[in-house]
């Protein structure tokens, strides 16, 4: 861009070129103005639970919209297919297992949590002078004193639950209509679950029916107090739907075709529509990248009230498709060209990417993740070639279970979930017990996203031999370079962190309440 300054007669040359210097000055910066982060999460989410996924009778137009104007991926990966090392993974750009994030998920009363040492996506762009903030669950430590909680880990601002909200007992969950109960399972020995405003309980138990509303609130506080100290902004908004037990306020319960979880996930669905019509309404919405996915994939015990995977195998906890591929959008008017990608992409790659979107540079640690602006902008196609999968329960005996390289995926180690369970497909089910494959079974995920014809069975022939070695030794040399941090949910547990409104009350965790 050219900037010309008209050369008056009285303005002394030195004061006209410093003023063409600061006008230069000033384009440079407006145009190298970092986007405004916008990440929005769901929570058990299947590949086949949205509308624009193909589920014919999920009410989610606002998601759709987002995918018709975005960028939808249908070759998007979690790093794990459980929630507290998938959501380590997504904020720290690496898997679970050097994060020390395994086996399964912390507890209420874990002593471990995402170590400090980890840095996070909000770290690095607070360092940027982003404004940072979080909304929902977190699940990745509370900690002696709110140690692990956001606040601790890049985040200047939080609302929401430290950890799943179906780790408290579900039937003193205020849901609507008034005196109805929530569905889902119930852990009877925790206490109720607490609401916190950063390290403070504002709440307990939580009142389900204005939870939602309050998050979006939040949200909408937060974007418009960004906007108006002029400072860009990364909002993390992880939703509880659509985990168990379901829930929805006044305005979408009993109103879906798929029952619970359906209004869960249209009260989900509003928000997204919400959080999009903030950008518009604060006129930031052409400088905000806003991303969409989930964590992991549905948890099909539940049948009906449980996510679906659509065409893919399996379900949560667990390295079938189902397990750890998601539906993801990305949006950026003017800047995201809306369309369909088959590029390989992960939650491993938001860090590097976020970092390269403001400027930042990397950390010096071992990354898992790729930069792929040049995918959401460009076109181009990703950096992404492989996918690792690893179990909820790793250890470095057996490594990866699988890997997907190119457009194969080879499974060395298979394994059923009870999360997985009530399937015709009997793969996924807690009863199929941990099986090594060698040959590993082989599948063609261009041809066979379902995973149903094992290449190898078909008789192994000259390519199919390579592939396999071509596969063996991409596996191998990850392996070799991965380094198991230590477990944070091995470091056992104390009732004493379960967070109380009333530390000292009792008896506990009964007296644990607001009100």
């Known amino acids: 861009m050219h900037i010309r300054v008209m050369k008056m007669p009285h303005i002394p040359t030195w004061l006209e070129m410093s003023l063409h210097l600061l006008l230069c000055l000033l384009v440079l910066c407006t145009a190298a103005k970092p986007p405004n982060i916008v990440f929005i999460y769901a929570d058990d989410m299947g590949y086949g639970d949205i509308g624009c996924y193909g589920h014919p009778s999920s009410l989610t137009p606002n998601v759709d919209k987002l995918a018709a104007e975005g960028l939808r991926f249908t070759d998007f990966y979690s790093s794990c297919a459980l929630c507290t090392p998938s959501r380590a993974g997504l904020l720290t750009g690496r898997y679970q297992t050097r994060s020390g994030m395994y086996p399964f998920v912390l507890l209420t009363d874990s ?31 509370y900690g002696a004193n709110g140690t692990f909680l956001p606040t601790h880990h890049g985040f200047q601002h939080f609302l929401g639950v430290p950890y799943a909200h179906s780790q408290g007992p579900c039937q003193n969950l205020i849901c609507f209509p008034p005196n109805t109960t929530c569905f889902g399972g119930c852990e009877q020995d925790q206490v109720l679950l607490p609401l916190l405003r950063n390290e403070q309980i504002i709440q307990q138990p939580v009142d389900f029916t204005q939870l939602e509303q309050m998050y979006i609130d939040f949200a909408q506080s937060f974007i418009a107090d960004s906007v108006e100290c002029g400072k860009p902004f990364f909002l993390y908004f992880a939703s509880h739907h659509t985990h168990v037990p379901q829930y929805a306020g006044e305005q979408y319960a009993g109103k879906s075709p798929r029952g619970p979880y359906g209004d869960a996930l249209m009260e989900f669905d509003g928000s997204v529509g919400k959080l999009k019509n903030a950008l518009q309404e604060l006129g930031v919405e052409n400088n905000t990248l806003l991303f969409f996915t989930s964590d992991n994939g549905p948890e099909t015990m539940r049948m009906s009230e449980g996510g679906s995977s659509g065409l893919l195998k399996c379900g949560k906890d667990t390295t079938y498709e189902g397990g750890m591929r998601e539906p993801a959008i990305a949006y950026w008017p003017g800047h995201i060209t809306p369309g369909v990608t088959h590029e390989m992409a992960s939650t491993l790659d938001m860090l590097p990417t976020f970092a390269k979107l403001a400027g930042a540079c990397l950390p010096n640690v071992t990354l898992d993740g790729f930069d792929i602006t040049n995918l959401l902008l460009k076109g181009n196609g990703s950096p992404r070639k492989t996918m690792f999968y690893y179990p909820s329960s790793p250890n470095e005996t057996q490594g990866v279970f699988a890997v997907r ?111």
């Not at 002593?111 to 977190?138: C, D, F, N």
């Not at 995973?451 to 030794?473: F, H, V």
């Open 405 to 515: 390289h190119g457009k194969y995926k080879a499974h060395y180690f298979t394994q059923g979930s009870i999360s997985s369970g009530s399937t015709p497909d009997e793969d996924c089910h807690v009863t199929a017990k941990l099986t090594p494959h060698n040959p590993p079974l082989l599948f063609d995920l261009e041809s066979d996203p379902a995973e149903n014809s094992n290449l190898c069975a078909q008789g192994m022939t000259a390519d199919l031999q390579q592939i396999l070695k071509d596969i063996k030794r991409v596996k191998d040399t990850f392996e070799k370079k991965m380094k198991f941090g230590e477990s944070q949910m091995s470091k056992g547990t104390d009732p004493a962190l379960r967070p109380c409104y009333n530390p000292t009350c009792s008896p506990k965790p009964s007296c644990c309440r607001s009100s």
């Open 111 to 141: 002593l471990g949590g995402l170590p400090h040492s980890e840095i996070t996506i909000p770290e690095i762009l607070r360092g940027q002078g982003y404004a940072t903030a979080m909304v929902g669950k977190w699940h990745l430590g």
